[in-house]
């Protein structure tokens, strides 16, 4: 990209942030989420770190202050001054829980994909001077060591890999991995559904109603059960997108107890991210598929849909079993994906869910692209690096979608979204 035309988006990207920036942290974007999100954040701050390297620092300690007793960093935590709506609520969490600590915000008693160390990590080293002079690592590390902590006490399953209680855990809604676990949950709340969001996206590219009833149903057991993980809600799924995260923040924690001089934690951490890596060769690769699935943790089942969260191993390529990067490459490069179109789809054209406009059901979303972006870099596949960039140079005519057409590259969802500049910035700078 030219120049002038890098600058123009960078600083486009750059507006974006701005105005969904509170002062103390960004939401992803006024109007539809207007509170933080936990992996939002942990993108916005690595799409930060090059131009506002303190707002990236400030971005993550808010949301970690928000951290409960029992080490879990929420879904979400509301900004209960913002007049934007948003459902469900601070009120249907009933306020400040778990311990968090006195005066911080109301959260979800939810969680997110665990991409924060890595970020901590991106964040750190992009400014070492600042970091070290905020204390950065000092102040974080303890706090992201008892979130993956947390993780793994209370939320490993029987395969030895994080368990998601709620579609919403796993940051892909309504993604075709979670279609048969659901059909088992009543589409029943005591709470009325209000969908506030079609106020800011069209009907045809969010979660339908019946989804919605199903995702207050187990949001409500989960609730109602205190939030306590020893409780079965009716959904327990492992993903391969949030084991992959875990193990690469895993990672960076390592690296960072290194620095922080904690040589054994440093150990123990590179060993936990191996003992992820291992499950999730064992229990959730797929060889007709040429990726890893996701699995049923009540009925030991695998979820045989090829999705775009079976490719995000790739960022873990040289520690997976022989042969499986390469298979991973073959499949991305392919017809399902993005040797069958534009852009790279959140789920197989091959899969039967397939739709290009319907969230994570086929729509080309920032987020994986930047990650398939980080593994085919890493591996200097720079074909797949200029095809995966083409999405980002098209963000900010689009008005930095939430996701686009995978075929047509229309936009789609809400714009001026938060994570889509950040990442431009990270891709194109
Ligand atoms: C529920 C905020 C979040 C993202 C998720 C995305 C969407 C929320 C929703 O928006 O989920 O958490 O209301 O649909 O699926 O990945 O973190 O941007």
Redesign the pocket.
């Known amino acids: 990209m030219h120049k002038d035309l890098r600058e123009d988006v960078a600083d486009a990207a750059s507006r974006v942030l701005d105005a969904s920036w509170t002062g103390s942290h960004t939401v992803?974007?006024t109007g539809l989420?207007p509170h933080q999100?936990?992996?939002?954040s942990a993108f916005v701050a690595i799409g930060n770190r090059h131009r506002a390297p303190h707002r990236a620092r400030t971005e993550l300690r808010t949301l970690l202050d928000a951290q409960w007793a029992d080490g879990r960093v929420p879904?979400?935590v509301y900004d209960t001054a913002r007049g934007d709506d948003?459902a469900p609520g601070p009120e249907f969490w009933g306020g400040p829980r778990g311990g968090a600590p006195a005066g911080s915000r109301p959260t979800s008693g939810l969680v997110?994909p665990p991409l924060h160390a890595w970020a901590a990590w991106l964040v750190h080293c992009a400014d070492p001077a600042g970091s070290v002079r905020a204390g950065f690592l000092a102040r974080t590390y303890p706090r992201l060591a008892r979130w993956h902590e947390y993780l793994r006490n209370r939320r490993t399953g029987s395969v030895g890999l994080p368990v998601t209680k709620h579609p919403?855990e796993t940051?892909?809604?309504n993604s075709p991995l979670w279609d048969a676990a659901l059909e088992r949950v009543p589409p029943l709340a005591r709470t009325p559904v209000r969908r506030p969001?079609l106020a800011h996206a069209g009907a045809g590219e969010?979660?339908g109603s019946r989804d919605y009833r199903r995702y207050y149903r187990l949001a409500e057991a989960y609730r109602d059960a205190g939030c306590d993980d020893d409780v079965p809600v009716g959904f327990a799924m492992v993903c391969p997108l949030f084991g992959t995260l875990l193990a690469v923040s895993e990672l960076a924690l390592a690296r960072m107890a290194t620095t922080l001089s904690d040589d054994g934690a440093a150990t123990a951490h590179t060993a936990a991210a191996a003992r992820v890596v291992a499950a999730l060769d064992e229990h959730l690769w797929d060889e007709d598929l040429g990726l890893y699935v996701a699995l049923d943790d009540t009925t030991g089942e695998r979820v045989r849909r090829a999705t775009v969260n079976g490719l995000v191993p790739l960022l873990l390529a040289d520690r997976l079993a022989p042969g499986r990067a390469e298979r991973l490459l073959a499949t991305l490069a392919g017809p399902g994906f993005l040797g069958g179109g534009r852009y790279l789809p959140s789920t197989s054209r091959h899969d039967p869910a397939f739709d290009p406009a319907l969230?994570?059901r086929g729509p080309a979303w920032f987020n994986m692209s930047w990650l398939l972006l980080r593994a085919v870099g890493a591996l200097g596949r720079d074909d797949l690096v200029a095809r995966l960039r083409e999405q980002f140079a098209a963000a900010a005519p689009g008005g930095f979608p939430?996701y686009v057409d995978p075929d047509t590259g229309t936009p789609r969802g809400t714009r001026q979204?938060s994570?889509t500049a950040a990442l431009t910035l990270d891709v194109l700078l």
């Open positions: 992803p974007a989420y999100w936990s992996w939002d879904q979400i948003y997110q919403w940051g892909t809604d969001d969010r979660p969230y994570w939430e979204f994570w």
